[in-house]
């Protein structure tokens, strides 16, 4: 526990998770901070990973302008030796590739250190300028693709690397667009005995008849000890911009870097990306010259949030009463945006919160969408009353029930679970919506705490629902109090 004295005050800081994943973007500078790799650490960080970064390249460019670059290869092999030699990097983002020498370099790391290694195969900014020398684009496709293990290209990098020309998909038949995909992951190999390794091609924006456009994945992946291509399609709405758009490719990569890096599958990880960045396409910060770049900060309305589960964090780390309450299953904070309907709308601590030296201790940061019991209770208890943004789950105990009726003057409502029927037993979500509905139509609204005694393999708990940080705070403290005959 970190603390100071300041005021009669104590700050506590949240542990740090040595466990958090970490990944190496090795991309060129870019001084806008929109593409390149300002905006690989930028995304690494909001897809919760911890960013290292190898300089390719020095930019001279705006949003709407490329004036040039600066090959930084003769520096490069010094710059992955000092990470690659100290810290245990496995994934890593490939963007810029500015010539020969640094594409050797690369090439001889990835070998040496065996990393999973995604590619965005850019050779041209969005302005349509050269970033790299000429013709190293054939060199990359000899020599580094066979040791790839996603490549993220746009329409027109595809149609260079597969020798073909993507049609616009009518009547949503993929079949044209799933043959260069697939002569794009047939690069991706060194030879047919290398063929039952996972790999992935992901072909963005690929245009349709209508007013839609759709990324292309083509998966190759283990079924049963077999390998099987499986192809998914996400169809997005056009939309068209005056200017330029920039960096848009450098945030998808990295987004796919990321979430492999946090253990998911390739499929998940192709999921998630594809949600994380059109939720961000939604909000673009635009710039004086008509350029545009996705916004990558929190929003106020998050960053609230986040604050008030803070508050409530530090409020219990700071005394060994509240790790009484930590129920086996380890407790959680959950707070939402004001009108969540949606998991991802929901904050939590990543990794709940245990025990450590006696005190309540994190194990992770605060993050979005990394909660599923506490935030479905939230989602839950706003379809009856939506001031509800705040939910925590308290270890149970028969006498605490007790004294915190007779002490506190907070609502409690008990549950029995084998009331519920059978359909709603088999779906966790279910049962969520029925324990809050159940509490609702017997005492006209959501009490302060709804408990039960648990049922086979459910432990007993006691859930703590609040507005906001404030009230949780005060409710805390009035069970503490109640529980230590205060």
């Keep these: 526990m970190i603390e100071s004295k300041k005021e009669n005050r104590f700050i506590f800081i949240l542990p740090i998770n040595i466990m958090k994943p970490i990944c190496l973007t090795i991309a060129g500078s870019d001084p806008t901070s929109g593409a390149g790799i300002q905006a690989d650490i930028r995304t690494f960080d909001r897809c919760g990973v911890h960013p290292f970064s190898v300089i390719t390249a020095i930019t001279y460019q705006t949003v709407t302008e490329f004036l040039g670059y600066k090959s930084l290869s003769d520096e490069l092999n010094q710059q992955l030796d000092a990470i690659l030699k100290t810290y245990p990097v496995k994934y890593v983002k490939i963007g810029m590739i500015p010539d020969v020498k640094a594409l050797d370099i690369i090439i001889e790391k990835i070998k040496k250190y065996d990393l999973k290694a995604v590619l965005d195969p850019i050779f041209m900014a969005s302005v349509g300028e050269r970033l790299s020398s000429e013709g190293l684009e054939l060199e990359i496709e000899r020599t580094l693709f066979p040791y790839v293990k996603i490549i993220t290209p746009n329409i027109s990098e595809a149609n260079f690397y597969s020798n073909r020309v993507i049609p616009k998909i009518t009547n949503k038949k993929f079949d044209e667009v799933e043959e260069v995909a697939e002569i794009l992951l047939n690069k991706l190999y ?22 839609e456009i759709y990324d292309i994945a083509l998966i190759n992946k283990k079924v049963h000890d077999k390998m099987e291509s499986e192809l998914l399609s996400f169809k997005k709405k056009k939309v068209l911009f005056e200017g330029n758009i920039h960096g848009t490719g450098c945030v998808f990569s990295s987004a796919i870097t990321a979430f ?51 508050k409530i964090y530090n409020f219990i780390s700071q005394s060994k009463e509240f790790s009484k309450l930590i129920p086996e299953v380890r407790m959680n904070i959950s707070g939402s945006l004001p009108n969540a309907t949606k998991i991802k709308e929901i904050a939590s601590i990543e990794g709940r919160i245990t025990i450590i030296n006696g005190y309540p201790k994190a194990s992770g940061e605060i993050k979005f969408g990394v909660s599923d019991h506490t935030a479905r209770l939230i989602l839950s208890a706003k379809k009856f009353d939506n001031s509800i943004n705040f939910v925590m789950n308290l270890k149970y105990n028969p006498n605490w029930i007790i004294l915190i009726k007779e002490n506190t003057g907070l609502e409690l409502k008990e549950i029995i679970r084998e009331d519920q029927p059978e359909f709603i037993k088999e779906k966790e979500f279910s049962t969520m919506q029925w324990l809050i509905k159940e509490s609702v139509e017997k005492i006209g609204k959501i009490p302060d705490i709804i408990w039960d005694i648990g049922s086979q393999g459910k432990e007993p708990m006691m859930r703590l629902f609040g507005k906001n940080s404030k009230e949780m705070i005060e409710k805390l403290e009035k069970i503490r109090r109640a529980i230590n005959n205060e």
Excluded: H, Y
């Design 190 to 211: 060194i030879n047919e005995n290398s063929k039952n390794m996972e790999k992935a091609v992901i072909i963005k924006s690929v245009e349709t008849d209508l007013d």
């Design 260 to 310: 492999l890096a946090n253990g998911f599958s390739i499929k998940e990880t192709i999921v998630k990306a594809e949600e994380f960045f059109d939720k961000k396409f939604q909000s673009f910060i635009e710039l004086p010259d008509r350029g545009k770049i996705i916004d990558l900060t929190i929003s106020d309305e998050e960053l609230k949030v986040i604050e008030q589960i803070k």
